[in-house]
């Protein structure tokens, strides 16, 4: 009696405790299926992103041509007189306009100088005597006895000093031209590039002494062919880059005479502004045809994978809709888009990367990139 009521109790414990468990396991899995059922309705939690506007740009097509950066002025400058060469700026020297880059002795120069000085002096004495004279037995007239010859031969030798002065005179401002280029003036602002000549050796009119090149006053040369540069006039505006650097570079001639080798043109940018060296290689985005008004996205907003380019348009009701595009020509930051992208769309250009179709966002900003 006592085995069958401790059997009865023992069952009864069990069932209530599989009861239990099977009501609670039963609770937990409803909870979990309505938690999942409402994030499936709700979605993922809004993107926050930063967006751009699509804009109708006008863009020309570009292909690239190698060019370097050279200075407006580069020159060999050269002796003007001669002697032995004194002094040479350093290699490397920032000079101003009209600073001295070069000294030559000035002894010869300026004993040719007091020379000539002495010369006008000499002359100028003469002529005034002979002028004297003349006047003397002009103003006696017949009284004087002189003959007409006599008073020609007065005048002749008068005016003949008077030019001999003038010779004199000449020669001294060249004397005086000369001792000044004793002192060799830069001809402009720039830089010592290279001494063509060294203290101690004797120069002669002519002679190289400094090559100086203006660091200050930049450009651009470029060749091309005929065919693109047809697309391209001066006051244009063409992109320039040295390394990942790039710079807007406006046309200042089209040398309208090709190569005979290459059929080549040559082009010459303006450079402003620019810490780029004199000799450095850069590449030119020239126009390869005529510019056709695009819609066009700033590069951040390209979503770039392996089988596909896409951008996100903004709607709305601030949700992303995901747009493949096909890529067209590029003008600085902005490039074409081809596809179902029109002029005024709001495009992601931050927070994309992990944006999906149909994903809300929150706008941080609403950038407006100014139109073509």
């Not at 007409?148 to 003949?160: G, K, N």
């Not at 005479?257 to 590449?283: F, H, K, P, Q």
């Not at 944006?355 to 407006?368: C, E, H, K």
């Amino acid at each position: 009696m006592n085995r069958k009521i401790l059997f009865a109790g023992c069952a009864a414990i069990v069932l209530m405790v599989a009861g239990t468990s099977a009501y609670f396991l039963t609770n937990t899995a409803s909870a979990d299926e309505a938690a999942g059922e409402t994030a499936q309705q709700n979605g993922p939690p809004p993107a926050v992103v930063t967006i751009a506007k699509a804009e109708e740009r006008k863009i020309a097509p570009h292909a690239e041509t190698p060019g370097s950066v050279v200075s407006t002025r580069d020159s060999l400058v050269a002796a003007a007189t001669s002697g032995k060469i004194e002094w040479v700026a350093e290699i490397g020297a920032e000079v101003e306009l009209g600073d001295v880059i070069a000294r030559i002795e000035r002894n010869d120069a300026e004993l040719a100088y007091r020379d000539s000085a002495a010369e006008v002096a000499r002359l100028k004495s003469r002529a005034d005597y002979l002028a004297r004279l003349y006047d003397r037995f002009k103003g006696l007239g017949v009284e004087a006895g002189e003959s007409e010859s006599a008073m020609d031969q007065m005048r002749a030798d008068r005016d003949e000093a008077r030019q001999a002065l003038r010779q004199a005179e000449v020669a001294h401002e060249r004397a005086a031209i000369n001792l000044q280029r004793t002192e060799v003036p830069a001809p402009f602002a720039g830089r010592v590039v290279n001494q063509e000549a060294q203290i101690g050796e004797y120069a002669t009119p002519g002679a190289g002494l400094i090559r100086l090149v203006d660091t200050r006053r930049l450009e651009v040369t470029a060749r091309a062919p005929a065919s693109l540069a047809r697309n391209i006039n001066a006051g244009d505006t063409i992109r320039v880059a040295s390394g990942a650097e790039t710079k807007d570079a406006v046309v200042r001639a089209v040398v309208p005479v090709g190569d005979t080798l290459s059929r080549m043109l040559e082009l010459r940018l303006e450079l402003e502004d620019t810490n780029w060296y004199i000799g450095s290689a850069v590449r030119v985005a020239l126009p390869a045809a005529e510019a056709r008004r695009v819609v066009a996205a700033p590069r951040d907003a390209l979503v770039l994978r392996a089988d596909r380019i896409s951008v996100f348009v903004i709607g709305e009701d601030d949700t992303a809709r995901q747009v493949d595009v096909e890529l067209g020509a590029a003008e600085g930051d902005f490039i074409e888009v081809i596809g179902d992208v029109k002029a005024g769309d709001h495009v992601v250009i931050r927070g994309g990367e992990r944006l999906r179709d149909g994903q809300g966002v929150t706008l941080s900003n609403l950038t407006q990139e100014p139109s073509a």
